[in-house]
């Protein structure tokens, strides 16, 4: 089918809460994507940071077809192997206590606000102005936004709202507070990196409280930012982390990861979900989780993440490189003499240059391509974004 074709159905049957670009991608490998005219894309997208171990990585492909030939789905009332060896994996690889599976990381942020109040019944939930936790109920009542979260009142009520400023943020947690909720370095409101004085705060205010300290790792996590989850490069080690996007290799899952204080806190029957933790996304979580933690790439990932933000500030219509590892945006400089629209880039980079990036606001470009990118392909993108120069 052409675009055209596309764009129809999506006019007649298509919810419209999209705003599509006029490409269709039909395959993927390693950092590159192909259109159904075969032209060829460099994609610093990753799907939003979800194709970190590059499109259809053939470990991934081979767990999948594996296990989805031989048992796809039951129900969570039984066991099957790859749910438990992931939610293992998941506890080693960084807190230590456990694990609650789910299918996205809205989902994910939902069970981490269910966790803190059930451990701290009516307790509030901190989060932080910036803040992009998800779209369903508690994870928009998560996340300050006026234009997402108005049309939708009433949200979820005991969401207490801080600006990015570590006194604030310590005097906002109060005794019967549940939790505290933020993420590393905010993501969809432009790679926004949280000083370690504002953790070290938040860390100090859950400590005094018996508050849970959260953090959300679903786009920082997986080892997008040079380590597996971005808190290791902090000061301060949280109670509870979510992660989704990444930890699928491609494929929807999330999960709720505690340490051994929270490890008990939802009961039998408390949460659950039909497909979380299936058999076929578990392998391929598994597959990922093991690519994603070993040192070799995250250190290739820390050497990357400065050749492209090096190569990005060359740009002569860049004000600001900011972001760690391969989790980048770059802000265009606003001087009156080249001023370019963010979205404007994004949709000229993919149309004219074949690159996928995305627009995270008017002057913000978010990079984040997968984490096997090579030089070669890092080059070519600054490139590519050095031809739309005005
Ligand atoms: N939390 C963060 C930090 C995210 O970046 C996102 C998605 O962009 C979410 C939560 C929501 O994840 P999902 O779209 O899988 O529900």
Known sequence: MSVAELKTLERDYAMPTYVRNPVQFVRGSGARLWDADGNEYLDFLAGISVLNVGHCHPRVVEAVREQVGRL???????????????????????????????????EANEAAIKLARRARPGGNIVVLEGAFHGRTYGALSATPQE???????????????????????????????????????????????????????????????????????????????????AYEQTEVVPDAITSAKALGGGLPIGALITGQRL??????????????????????????LELCSDQELLARVRVAGARLAAGLASLPYVAAVRGRGLMLAIDIDQDPGHRLDAAELARRALLEQRLVVNATG?????????????????????????????
């Open 263 to 288: 490890a008990d806190a939802l009961h039998p029957g408390d949460h659950g979900s039909t497909f979380a933790g299936g058999p076929v996304v578990a392998s391929a979580a598994l597959v990922a």
């Open 147 to 229: 234009t997402k979260q108005a049309p939708f009142a009433p949200l979820v009520p005991g969401f207490v709202v801080v600006p990015k400023d570590p006194g604030a943020l310590f005097d906002a947690v109060e005794p019967g507070t549940a939790a505290v909720l933020l993420e590393p370095i905010q993501g969809e409101t432009g790679i926004h990196v949280l000083s370690d004085e504002l953790l070290v705060a938040a860390r100090e205010a859950c400590d005094r409280t018996g508050a849970a300290l959260i953090f959300d790792e679903i786009q920082t996590g997986m080892g997008r930012t040079g380590t597996l989850w």
């Open 362 to 390: 008017p002057a913000t470009i978010r990079l984040e391509p997968p984490l096997i990118v090579s030089d070669d392909e890092l080059d070519e993108a600054v490139a590519r974004l050095v031809a739309l120069a005005p």
């Open 72 to 106: 796809s789905h039951v129900s969570n009332l039984y066991y099957t192997e790859p749910a438990m060896k992931l939610s293992a994996a998941l506890s080693e690889s960084s807190l230590g206590g456990k694990v609650f599976l789910c299918n996205s990381g809205a």
